[in-house]
């Protein structure tokens, strides 16, 4: 399970759009604001920037970003091996009448 401020900087590197990171995770556009100062702050860089009214992910951001989605995906493999072997188990098992 991700924590919710590295969702809200994912969908935020897709949208790059404050307001509509909100809308799509059903939070307020502040709420977004916050996630974001709260994961520069631990990671102690800027992870986007302004350049003329544009908003751009930092070399720092892209770095971040795809380690995250790296690390997304092995979660998700993860959870679909551990589903598959219990799954087998289960089918395996002698049923109990």
């Not at 401020?5 to 307001?19: A, H, Q």
């Not at 770095?63 to 087998?88: G, Q």
Request: charged share 25%; aromatic share 10%.
């Amino acid at each position: 399970m991700l924590d919710f401020r590295i969702e809200t900087f994912l969908n935020l590197c897709v949208t790059m759009n404050y307001t509509k990171t909100a809308r799509e995770l059903c939070i307020t556009q502040p709420a977004v604001t916050q996630h974001i100062h709260y994961l520069e702050k631990y990671y102690g860089c800027r992870l986007f920037e302004y350049k003329n009214k544009t908003l751009k992910l930092t070399h720092q951001g892209e770095i971040l970003k795809n380690r995250h989605i790296c690390w997304n995906i092995i979660v998700d493999k993860s959870k679909n091996c551990c589903k598959r072997r219990l799954y087998r188990r289960c089918a395996l098992a002698p049923q109990k009448r």
